[in-house]
T-cell receptor
């Protein structure tokens, strides 16, 4: 079965410092990977996705993610964190069983950026 | 509309009552999904529609849960005889195409259900 793991429940970083939110995946076939962000009392907002091509994917709000096939990882990164980046981040992988695309999500990582 | 619209945003209901949650997907999106998110957890798949056809309902937890999308646009998720364990955020999502291709799935704000 397709799955992703987010090993950290929470990541703490000071404003202005680089941030990394980790995600590893387990899939059969080529992985299609996604990152979403959830602000308090809000739905999920799409950040970026990896389908094919360059291993470094750029997305919304200055976020990027690096696909690493040998380490089966898709870590989310940002060079300089903002307090407003504090939110819940979800990694997801596409599951195509049944002939349609659905997303399988990780358990989420809470990012806390301190001033 | 510009995004996926869900209503009601917040619903408090008594145990044993029926609730209906509505989803209006992004205009033109043929694929529609329902997910459920328990507190502190990631979203879990409930059911999928391709146009008006419900193609997968494997994630519905039991027969108290049902969903429909009769005209291939607006969808309703109905929970009969609600129980406290049904309390969660119900997320609707849509995408522009079926099948593969890594199409982006866009989510609504969610319907926050509390069963008391």
């Amino acid at each position: 079965a397709q799955s992703v793991a987010q090993p950290e429940d929470q990541v703490n970083v000071a404003e202005g410092n680089p941030l990394t939110v980790k995600c590893t995946y387990s899939v059969s076939g080529n992985p299609y990977l996604f990152w979403y962000v959830q602000y308090p009392n809000r739905g999920l907002q799409f950040l970026l996705k990896y389908i094919t091509g360059d291993n470094l994917v750029k997305g919304s709000y200055g976020f990027e993610a690096e696909f690493n096939k040998s380490q089966t990882s898709f870590h989310l990164k940002k060079p300089s964190a903002l307090v407003s980046d504090s939110a819940l981040y979800f990694c997801a992988v596409r599951d195509r069983r049944g002939g349609f695309q659905k997303l399988v999500f990780g358990t989420g990582t809470r990012l806390l950026v301190s001033p | 509309g510009a995004g996926v619209s869900q209503s009601p945003r917040y619903k408090v209901t008594k145990r044993g009552q029926d609730v209906a949650l509505r989803c209006d997907p992004i205009s033109g999106h043929v694929s529609l999904y329902w997910y459920r998110q328990a507190l502190g957890q990631g979203p879990e798949f409930l059911t999928y529609f391709n146009y008006e056809a419900q193609q997968d309902k494997s994630g519905l937890p039991n027969d108290r849960f049902s969903a429909e999308r009769p005209e291939g646009s607006i969808s309703t998720l109905t929970i009969q005889r609600t129980q406290q364990e049904d309390s969660a955020v119900y997320l609707c999502a849509s995408s522009s195409q079926t099948g593969g291709g890594g199409n982006t799935i866009y989510f609504g704000e969610g319907s926050w259900l509390t069963v008391v």
